[in-house]
């Protein structure tokens, strides 16, 4: 299968990854009591919604991502911290269990790997496994602005607020510093991360992962 294929045939997969993705942050921040992404028009499973180009662009190149951010206004939530932090957790844990799902329809359909008709929607399978697990670990990282620096700060204790200041601050900065680092000198300190997590559930819930 040609190279140019497979990124064809990842891009339904990403797309997915990204909207689910999406969609949960708005939905359960609507369930604690801020319907701000609702009113935005961004509870939907739409992705055209959902999509940036460049985050797109660098998740098919790169394994790396993002979509657009559904807006929330923590000042609507009923418990505010609770609210911070279910809402941050929503995201990843739909990737995580999307991927679940993926790696269980692999584990019950394996003999579509061995038809050369049905491989392309095998391999669609194994995509749509192996980028939610891997949008689900890299937004699990505690830099801002990725879903993990939210739930660090919402279990920070008060005595620590600057640490949240400075993440805030430099924290994209960093990130794009450890993205680059990493595709540069392939020191694995991202993927160190991300690539034992996907590996793992990958293997668990499908058996096998063939294209990390």
């Not at 609507?30 to 028009?41: E, H, S, V």
């Amino acid at each position: 299968m040609s190279l140019l294929l497979s990124y064809l045939l990842a891009i339904p997969p990403i797309l997915f990854a990204l909207t689910v993705h999406e969609y949960f942050h708005g939905y359960v921040a609507l369930r604690m009591g801020d319907p701000t992404a609702k009113f935005a028009g961004r509870l939907t499973f739409n992705p055209i919604k959902h999509i940036d180009l460049f985050g797109l662009l660098a998740f098919i190149l790169f394994r790396f991502g993002w979509a657009k951010p559904v807006p929330i206004n923590p000042y609507n939530f009923t418990d505010r911290k609770k609210g911070i932090l279910y809402t941050s957790l929503a995201g990843p844990l739909s990737n995580f269990m999307s991927a679940a799902g993926f790696g269980i329809i692999i584990r019950i359909f394996p003999a579509l790997y061995y038809h050369d008709f049905l491989f392309p929607i095998a391999l669609m399978l194994q995509f749509g496994l192996l980028y939610n697990l891997i949008f689900c670990a890299f937004n699990l990282i505690p830099i801002p602005p990725l879903d993990g620096s939210n739930v660090l700060f919402s279990l920070l204790p008060p005595q620590h607020a600057h640490i949240e200041y400075w993440l805030t601050r430099y924290g994209f900065y960093i990130l794009i510093g450890l993205i680059f680092f990493d595709r540069i000198t392939g020191i694995p300190i991202l993927w160190g991360w991300i690539g034992p997590f996907v590996r793992l559930f990958g293997t668990l819930f499908a058996g096998h992962l063939t294209i990390i």
